[in-house]
């Protein structure tokens, strides 16, 4: 039969006939050393053997401690991916359109700045360097155009001085600004002026005239020049 300990619920395999009588006998837990009394069994004859001397029992059977619980993590669960908006798609689109456009102002403009590249320098001369560095020639103002019979007279008032602006190309031309330039006998400037042309475009053959007065000239000048304006 079997014995478990009270105190230590270590578990013993010991003979029935082990036991004296209805009695039963005194034992001693061989683990933690508790003893008790153990009746016999019921179907133990009461004239049972002699009882044996008192002595230890050894365990036959051990029932291994239950394991300590342990806590499981569960595992966390997987972010489900959110569904890409319909608005996100949009924007995408807009700011490409977007994108798109200022990369054509931008070739639009190097391109008006290339080919207007006479008219910038006229307006701002130091842009004819850049366009230098670049490989590019720049014509000077008035490219076709021809400046001829000039005719400086004196006037009470002071001095006039007259001539034609004549478009010997085969298409229009912008007519620049005028740079009228009083010499001395040294051929050295004295004086000069910027007035405006007498037409701010000439198709191709046709002549324009200019006149214009100095009211105080040098009195060392005594040559006349006349050019396009660089600005």
């Given at each position: 039969m079997?014995?478990?300990c009270?105190?230590?619920r270590?578990?013993?395999?010991?003979?029935?006939a082990?036991?004296?009588?209805?009695?039963?006998?005194t034992?001693?837990?061989?683990?933690?050393?508790h003893?008790?009394?153990?009746?016999?069994?019921?179907?133990?004859?009461a004239?049972?053997?002699?009882?044996?001397p008192e002595?230890r029992i050894?365990?036959?059977?051990?029932?291994?401690?239950?394991?300590t619980?342990t806590?499981?993590?569960?595992p966390?669960p997987r972010?489900?991916?959110?569904?890409?908006?319909?608005?996100s798609g949009?924007s995408?689109?807009r700011?490409?359109?977007?994108?798109?456009?200022?990369?054509?102002?931008?070739?639009?403009?190097?391109a008006?700045?290339?080919?207007?590249?006479g008219a910038?320098?006229?307006?701002?001369p130091?842009?004819?360097?850049?366009?230098?560095?670049?490989?590019?020639?720049?014509?000077s103002?008035?490219?076709?155009?021809?400046?001829?019979?000039?005719?400086?007279s004196?006037?009470?008032?002071?001095?006039?001085?007259e001539?034609?602006i004549?478009?010997?190309?085969?298409t229009?031309?912008?007519?620049?600004?005028?740079?009228?330039t009083?010499?001395?006998?040294?051929?050295k400037?004295?004086?000069?002026?910027?007035?405006d042309?007498?037409?701010?475009?000439?198709?191709?053959?046709?002549?324009?005239?200019?006149?214009?007065p100095?009211?105080?000239?040098?009195?060392?000048?005594?040559g006349?020049?006349?050019?396009?304006?660089?600005?």
């Amino acid at each position: 039969m079997i014995l478990s300990c009270p105190a230590c619920r270590t578990r013993y395999l010991v003979a029935e006939a082990g036991l004296r009588g209805r009695s039963g006998r005194t034992v001693r837990c061989a683990s933690c050393g508790h003893t008790w009394h153990q009746a016999a069994p019921p179907e133990l004859p009461a004239n049972a053997d002699a009882a044996e001397p008192e002595g230890r029992i050894e365990p036959a059977i051990e029932v291994p401690p239950r394991p300590t619980p342990t806590l499981e993590v569960p595992p966390r669960p997987r972010a489900v991916p959110t569904p890409a908006r319909r608005g996100s798609g949009r924007s995408r689109w807009r700011a490409l359109r977007w994108l798109v456009v200022v990369v054509l102002l931008a070739l639009a403009l190097v391109a008006g700045v290339v080919v207007a590249r006479g008219a910038v320098v006229a307006l701002w001369p130091p842009a004819a360097r850049l366009y230098a560095l670049a490989g590019l020639t720049v014509e000077s103002p008035g490219t076709g155009l021809k400046i001829e019979k000039l005719v400086p007279s004196r006037t009470p008032d002071g001095l006039v001085i007259e001539g034609d602006i004549t478009n010997g190309g085969k298409t229009a031309q912008d007519v620049p600004r005028l740079r009228v330039t009083l010499r001395d006998a040294a051929d050295k400037d004295v004086q000069f002026k910027i007035i405006d042309p007498p037409k701010l475009r000439l198709p191709p053959g046709v002549t324009a005239h200019f006149k214009t007065p100095f009211d105080h000239p040098e009195d060392a000048a005594t040559g006349v020049v006349v050019t396009f304006a660089k600005q």
